[in-house]
């Protein structure tokens, strides 16, 4: 066969990724929404994103499709929308998947502390032992 009658398949160009400024926008979008959803103030919220100076935050919030997040806030992004997530699977009730991180818990990683408490710790680890720990309940394994 030559390669004038060869069949064509047509070639499809790979999905293009996600730029970093996409990724950002789409990312701190989903967030602010969160934390209106959970009642979280200013400085909970610049906490929870990793300790930006207030400025930057402020200008994240208002113009967040011009932010080029670093990886420390993409991930805590990533691990507040998977916690987010799973409470929205856990408890069905919109009401009580957003307040759930604000009520004291007697299970080991919150100590009879609220789960926003170990969030607010400052640490990505304290995100990432509440989102285990989500999923653990999701996955019947807590």
């Known amino acids: 066969m030559s390669p004038a ?3 064509v398949t047509p070639s499809r ?10 990724m950002s926008a789409a990312g701190l979008r989903a967030f602010f929404n969160i934390a209106r959803d959970w009642d979280l103030s200013a400085e909970e919220q610049i906490i ?3 300790s930006p100076g207030r400025s930057t935050f402020f200008k994240w919030k208002q113009s967040p499709q011009t932010a080029r997040l670093g990886r420390d806030t993409l991930e ?18 919109p009401t009580s998947a957003d307040t759930w991180i604000k009520r ?15 969030m607010l710790a400052g640490n990505v680890s304290d995100l990432v032992a509440v989102r285990q720990y989500l999923d653990a309940m999701r996955g019947g394994w807590a």
């Open 48 to 50: 929870l994103l990793g």
């Open 104 to 118: 004291p818990n007697s299970a080991p990683p919150f100590g009879g502390r609220r789960a926003l408490d170990r």
């Open 5 to 7: 009658t060869a069949s």
């Open 76 to 93: 805590r992004l990533s691990l507040l929308l998977g916690i987010y997530k799973a409470l929205q699977i856990l408890l069905p009730q």
């Open 13 to 22: 160009r790979p999905r293009a990724e996600p730029s970093l400024t996409e």
